[in-house]
């Protein structure tokens, strides 16, 4: 028996869990199909300007609430403008959206939760009551009290979805944390002479990298959504910005003239959130292949 | 039952941090607005004197902390403040408008229990079946669901095309029950499709957990009827777990209404507080989300009061 053994170490299972890329792209076409749907997804975000057929704000009064035709495939607007340009231009919208909340999250939360799993006794307490306050509220309830007091708009709206959702990351961080801080080997490694930035970097990091990637995932899809909720509610995008929150609103308005609007912007919502949540899955199972029966 | 009350006072001791905090999250929103709160809630058009007055009510001038004492004095009291555009007292625009609210919530948790539960149990006994990967799926496409999106297709189909139920507004349930229920139906399925995909999700993994356990295959071994161990073993056992999924799902539920009020039109507490934070109506914000907080938490205190009378092993914990 080996050292590490005696020590407690766990068994070095980087090489083990380091997922065969391809092996599991070929066992699992939903992760593939939602890795590539993303992808196209970020090239039509990058290259909206190039793609796009029309100006998504220019308005154009003579072709008003178009049916789709051949130069307008998903037909015109209330104020004439091409709704497929403006649901190509409301992809990078969207994602920049998830991927600010989401960034928020991580930079709030997971310090945090480090730093209350480290500390622990009456601080730990103190801010676990604090978490479990903030994750009384109804989530999109905070985010709308949050956005409406820093101001409305697209940052903002994402600022405040990235709040609310820093105590889920902070609550996980601090579990893992409390867990991998008593065990055997971290003790070992401090009687080594290890310093607490050591522990945290080499030994508490890695261990809650992995519950921390599949839920960050996961709230990629809830940011979305949240992202579309608060768009509709017209205190995400403002206009004349595209995004498909707010295109839907704006269909729901014309809703006995052109009904057919209402489709494109809710699918796109829906494909996408079905994306995110379809790639946490497999990330889970992936590292964790006991959870495929759940 | 002589320790509930001992039970309830317990929690409630419990609580009582977490409440703490929440009002004073909801008390240091005014604190994020950018410039001087006074300059903010005396509204555009004030006069220096009303600045002046209305540094001097909410003691602006004072430190934080004591601020915070002042406000949760008054709001301990039922004073909620005034709304900046109507000045009308945001208790009672909450009271008016959180009955809309609750009704299409609690029929929504109705319909969500009824169809998510079963769906869930349905998918456990049956893993890695057909009706499990479909129950699977759809709830996969139900957490996915934009649930305003699923609102506007509701509104189309039944009301414009078929012209079963009424698209808009609300009526009071306690003056005319049917029509507010005809009015509540729509909105009410639009937010309970993602509650029963949750519903179905979890309720499906911790039932497939109870039922592969130790004594479960023992159960099995001694001949017992499948129908039998999950009656009496499986369902007895997740029904506390249940009990606590349902509870979270509250938060979904009030979280979804916001946005659902807005495709119906409903004069709820939802369409309060986004009109209020676009308007920067900062005190019926402020009151709104404090309601909702709060019954957030009495809610869970009920949930866990009630898990603990049903498994009186988790009352230890």
Known sequence: MSVDGVLGVPPRTTATRRVNFWRWVRSDLRAVLSLGYLFILIFVSVFAWKIAPYSPIEQNVTELLMEPTWSHWLGTDDLGRDVLSRLIWGAPNSLYAAFLAVTVAIVLGVPLGLLIGFLGGWFDELMSRFIDALLSFPPIVLAIAVTGALGIGLTNAMLSVGFVFAPVLARIVRAQTLVVKSALYVDAARGFGAGTGHIIWRHILPNAIQPVIVQVTLMLAIALLAEASLSFLSLGVQPPQASWGGMLARAYNYIELAPAQMYAPGFAILLTALAFNALGESILVALDPTMKRR | MSRLPFLIGSRLWQLLPIIVFATFVVFSLLQLVPGDPALVLAGDYASRERIEEIRQLYGFD???????????????????????????????????????????????????SLIGIPLGVLAATKVGSRIDSFVTSVASLGVALPSFWLAILLVVTFSMDLHWLPATGARPFSVEPGRAIAHATLPAIALAVGVIAELARQVRSALIEVLGSQYVRTLRAKGLSPISVLWKHGLRNVSVTMLT????????????????????????????????????DYPVVQGVVLVFVVMVILINLIVDVLSALLDPRAAES
Not at chain 2, 76 to 102: C, E, F, H, W
């Open chain 2, 245 to 280: 999924i349902l509870g979270l799902q509250v938060n979904r539920l009030f979280s979804g209404a916001v946005v659902i009020e807005a495709v119906f039109a409903i004069p709820g507490a939802g369409q309060l507080v986004a009109y209020s934070a676009i308007n920067k």
């Open chain 2, 62 to 112: 004072k430190p934080f902390v004591v601020q915070y004492g002042a406000w949760l004095w008054h709001v301990v009291q039922g004073d909620l403040g005034k709304s900046l555009l109507s000045s009308a007292p945001v208790y009672d625009l909450i009271l008016q408008r959180m009955p809309n609210t609750l009704l299409i919530a609690t029929y929504a948790l109705l319909i969500a």
